[in-house]
């Protein structure tokens, strides 16, 4: 029996599916749009999981994610 993944690692594949779907629109709503959509649907822990996850492996995140992230930080 496989575990699950970690919890970051589901963040990451989550925020990363979402700035997928808003690549295709204008630059000036896209990042705002991924941001958007993590502020409504995301608990603000999931938020905070993947803003430190951020910081600390940027380059695992989509591009739009880490501008989406820029967007989030309080």
Do not use: C
């Amino acid at each position: 029996m496989s575990e699950d993944p970690a919890p970051d690692a589901r963040l990451v594949h989550m925020a990363n599916q979402i700035s997928d779907y808003f690549q295709s629109f204008p630059a000036t709503e896209a990042a705002p749009g991924v941001a958007d959509h993590i502020r409504k649907f995301w608990t603000p822990k999931m938020r905070a999981e993947l803003i430190k996850f951020g910081e600390a492996h940027p380059t695992a995140l989509h591009a739009l994610t880490r501008e989406a992230l820029i967007l989030l930080k309080p």
